[in-house]
């Protein structure tokens, strides 16, 4: 009977062992996730914007939007960029510009820091 109270406690403690395991990488990860806000800017106007912001984790994007007349009807013309760090390694660009003829973006991939 002590044997099997001995494998109760000793599974006791593997459990223990692996949720706790389970919760500190849970926390880590929690932590290496918070994404901090470097830059944050806008302005609006009576017709248009402006924005921009960057992040810790190497994200960015900035914007410029004005109001468009095509025909008869009012729109708005927007061109701007972002960048994100990829999964893959890669830093990517987008750049583009949105208005009556559709968006259309252009991609390039940033080079990267050799040191």
Avoid: C, W
Avoid at 6 to 35: E, G, M, P
Avoid at 76 to 87: K, L, M, N, T
Wanted: charged share 20%; no cysteine.
């Amino acid at each position: 009977m002590s044997a099997n109270i001995s494998h109760i406690a000793t599974s006791a403690n593997v459990k223990l062992f692996v949720i706790s395991f389970v919760v500190v990488a849970a926390v880590a990860q929690n932590a290496q996730d918070k994404v901090e806000i470097l830059t944050d800017r806008s302005f609006v106007r009576e017709n248009g914007y402006d924005f921009e912001f960057k992040t810790s984790d190497g994200v960015s994007r900035k914007e410029q939007a004005q109001l468009i007349t095509v025909g008869d009807h009012q729109g708005i013309g927007i061109q701007g960029s972002y960048s994100y760090p990829a999964p893959d390694g890669l830093t990517y660009e987008v750049t583009f510009t949105a208005d009556d003829k559709g968006y259309k973006p252009q991609i390039r991939v940033l080079p990267t820091d050799s040191q």
